[in-house]
Structure formats: structure tokens, C-alpha cells
């Protein structure tokens, strides 16, 4: 069985339509890039499949479970496990709390997220609000863990964030990789991004217009499909 599975997925904002025929599988164990340039749906189909944004047209299937109709809470209680565009950590509660908050029995306990992520061990008693950019993006994605999802959705993984925080980003999902997480994950810096792929999804316009292994991703393809 596929862990998710999106077929002909439709998506609008209000009468605009975003999303016109994203269909991918993706297996367990398996990081898949949603690639795209500005515009193309790459949110936009990260916020269906959790439900923020109901899909309008066509089906998915997360585990083999219809979630079209479930709230957002219910996706997440299924294994989803997203770290949304600009992080989101609540922002007057501390390191731990945040951390606390969502936690559910598994592999991923506080003092797993620690030894991923030693800075958070460090400042656990600080608000939120008062980290570093990078650190909030480790601790959104540390909180994602604690609901020991099933599947982690990381939407602009690394965006803005100083080149040697980057590294520390791009090592934890390196890490998670390793060991059997599945990941499917947006990231501007294709030259990072694509050597932790298993396969690449490209959108345009809404739709999946590409679909196969990083190394098949042509000169051809990249300069049509995402303007490198
Ligand atoms: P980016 O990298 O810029 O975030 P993206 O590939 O994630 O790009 P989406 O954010 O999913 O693209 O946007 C897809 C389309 O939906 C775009 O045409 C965008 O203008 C439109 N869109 C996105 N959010 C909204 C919104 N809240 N209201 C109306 N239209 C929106």
C-alpha cells in the first residue's frame, strides 16, 4: 500500500483555481521533492493533503485512508506531520512547551528532538520568540517529530535562513532519511535538495508535469519546469 496518494487533486481560492490535476504516489521510506517554480501549487498541495484547503476534485489517500473529508486535526492524528512555510511556533510559549504540545508516544520523545537538535536542549526554558530564525525552523521541525508522524511535510525547508544553519537543516533531514522517515519536502536549493531525493515531483501551473528519479532530472526539463 502507498502511503499517500494523490489523484487529479483539484484545489481553488474562492473561484480561482489553484490546483488542476496534481496526481503522485509516494512509497514509505521514501523523500520526495515537490518541485515547481513561484506560483505553481507546491503549497497549495501541501495544504490539501492536510485538508487547510479542501480539495475540490479528485482523491487522497493517505495509508490507504480516504482524508478528503477529514479536519486538519484528524490528518495530523493519522500520521501528517507538517512544518508549514514560516515555521509557526507558538510564539509565547517556551522551546519545551512548543515541543510538549503536540507530543505523542513514539520514537520521536524530547530527548530524541535534543540529540537531533542540541540547541533546543540549550534554550528550553526561552520563549519561542525569542530564537534565532534557524533555531525556530529546528524547533518546527522538532514539534513535527513529537507527533511521531508517519509522514513529515516540510514546505520551504530552509528558506531564509543563513547558509550554516542551512547545513545543520539539511544534516537533520539527511539523518531522518537514514533512518526510514518518510519525507516529502519543498526547498528552493536544488543542489541540496535533489542528492536527499528518492524522486522528484514537478508542478506547473497546477498540475504534475514530471515525475522520476533526480538523476533523470535533465538540463532540459529543470530549464522548462523551474527556470535553472
Ligand atoms: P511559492 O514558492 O511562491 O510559495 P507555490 O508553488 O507554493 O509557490 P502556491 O503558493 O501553492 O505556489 O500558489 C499556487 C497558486 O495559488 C498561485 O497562483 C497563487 O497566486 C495562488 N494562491 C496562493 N495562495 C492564495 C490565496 N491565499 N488566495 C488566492 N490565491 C492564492
Known amino acids: ?4 496518494e494523490l489523484d487529479r487533486v483539484q484545489a481553488f481560492y474562492g473561484r480561482s483555481q489553484a ?4 496526481t ?7 523523500v520526495v521533492a515537490l518541485m515547481g517554480r513561484n506560483g505553481m501549487g ?8 492536510c485538508n487547510l484547503l479542501p480539495a475540490q476534485g479528485g482523491t487522497i489517500r493517505f495509508a490507504g485512508q480516504d482524508v478528503r473529508r477529514l479536519p486538519p486535526y484528524r490528518v495530523a492524528r493519522l500520521g501528517v506531520g507538517l512544518v508549514p512555510e514560516g515555521r509557526r511556533c507558538f510564539a509565547n510559549l517556551t522551546v519545551e512547551e512548543n515541543l510538549l504540545a503536540t507530543a505523542r508516544a513514539g520514537r520521536w520523545t524530547l530527548a530524541a528532538v ?12 526561552q520563549l ?5 530564525g534557524g533555531e525556530q525552523q529546528m524547533l518546527a521541525i522538532g514539534r513535527a517529530l513529537m507527533t511521531n508522524p508517519r509522514l513529515l511535510i516540510l514546505d520551504e525547508a530552509t528558506e531564509g535562513l543563513a547558509p550554516v544553519v542551512r547545513q545543520d537543516i539539511w544534516a537533520a533531514v539527511r539523518a531522518l532519511k537514514e533512518e526510514g522517515q518518510s ?3 519543498v526547498d528552493k536549493t536544488l543542489g541540496e535538495l535533489l542528492p536527499v531525493a528518492d524522486r522528484c515531483v514537478v508542478l506547473e501551473k497546477g498540475q504534475t508535469m514530471w515525475q522520476g528519479k533526480p538523476a533523470a532530472l535533465d538540463p532540459q ?3 522548462r519546469f523551474l527556470g535553472v
Open 42 to 49: 507546491k503549497t497549495t498541495t501541501i495544504r490539501t493533503i
Open 128 to 132: 519561542a520568540r525569542t530564537l534565532s
Open 114 to 125: 535534543h540529540t537531533l537538535f542540541p540547541c533546543l536542549a540549550e534554550r528550553r526554558s
Open 221 to 223: 526539463t529543470q530549464e
Open 24 to 30: 503522485f504516489q509516494m512509497a514509505k521510506g521514501e
Open 19 to 22: 490546483l488542476f490535476d496534481v
Open 183 to 185: 519525507i516529502l519536502i
Open 1 to 4: 500500500m502507498m502511503l499517500l
